[in-house]
Structures are given as structure tokens and as C-alpha cells.
């Protein structure tokens, strides 16, 4: 018995070291590669637009494929939103400063306050995690009406 446990205890420190323990718990290979060339991008609104307070956001994604949270397929993710922050440790999951999208939703209606807003588009892999390099849209500006 003492050797079965001391065994599982060596396998589990080996795991873990080989891995990134995120803030969740969760231990995560090395960070899940993207691409060359894969780009996110807002398909609308367009920098600069006057939307309304309820408005349609539609993403877009070019050299990968969308994939919902939890499914490990090289090359897809999922998209976040960072609506009005600064971009997050990308190093890390992408935490509560981001709208979620984990069902692999391509587009979103959104309600923000009247004002100048800007918004940018992070892709995640199936843990929530930036790939490496980070995949992230150029910033939307829209004023809401």
C-alpha cells in the first residue's frame, strides 16, 4: 500500500510540475499554440459606429476554428470580450473583466450605458487560457446613443 501511494505521489508532483497550475486549480499543459497568421476581428460594430444601448456585436475569426469551452481540438477557441478594460495576463484564464462565450457563439446583443465604449475580442483555448502567441482583435470604439 505504501508503495502504491508513494508511487501515485511521485506521478502527481510530476504532472503538476510539468504543467501551469492556474488560479482556478486546474493544472494546464504548456499554453495551447496558435496558428501563424490567426486572426479575431469585430465584424460589426466598425470602429467609430453610434449604436444604440442594446446592439449586436458579430465576431469573426480567420486561420482557426470556433470550438465550445472544454473541447481540446487543436487549433479552434472560443471568444471572450473585453468590453471598456485593459487587456488581461494572457498567461492566465481569462477571468470576470471579460464577457464569456464558451458555447462557441459567433455573435452577442449586448447593452452598455451611453457613452464612449471600446471593445476587443481574446480568443481562448478550451480552458479559458490566451493561446500563445495570443490571438486578440484591434479595438472597437462605438459611442452608444
Known amino acids: 500500500m505504501f508503495k502504491t501511494s508513494l508511487s501515485a505521489s511521485v506521478l502527481t508532483l510530476t504532472m503538476v510540475a510539468s504543467s501551469y497550475v492556474l488560479a482556478d486549480g486546474h493544472a494546464h499543459a504548456t499554453p495551447t499554440t496558435s496558428p501563424e497568421g490567426?486572426?479575431?476581428?469585430?465584424?460589426?460594430?466598425?470602429?467609430?459606429?453610434?449604436?444604440?444601448t442594446t446592439f449586436n456585436v458579430k465576431f469573426?475569426?480567420?486561420?482557426?476554428?470556433?470550438a465550445p469551452a472544454g473541447t481540446e481540438k487543436a487549433n479552434?477557441?472560443?471568444?471572450h470580450l473585453l468590453i471598456d478594460g485593459k487587456v488581461p495576463d494572457m498567461s492566465q484564464p481569462l477571468g470576470a473583466n471579460v464577457k464569456h462565450f464558451g458555447g462557441g457563439q459567433t455573435e452577442s446583443e449586448i447593452t452598455l450605458e451611453p457613452g464612449q465604449h471600446?471593445?476587443?475580442l481574446i480568443l481562448?483555448?478550451?480552458?479559458?487560457v490566451p493561446h500563445n502567441p495570443p490571438v486578440t482583435s484591434d479595438i472597437v470604439t462605438v459611442t452608444v446613443k
Open 76 to 79: 479552434t477557441g472560443h471568444h
Open 60 to 66: 469573426g475569426l480567420s486561420g482557426m476554428g470556433v
Open 38 to 52: 490567426a486572426s479575431v476581428y469585430v465584424i460589426s460594430p466598425k470602429d467609430g459606429d453610434t449604436v444604440e
Open 118 to 120: 471600446t471593445l476587443q
Open 124 to 128: 481562448g483555448d478550451y480552458m479559458h
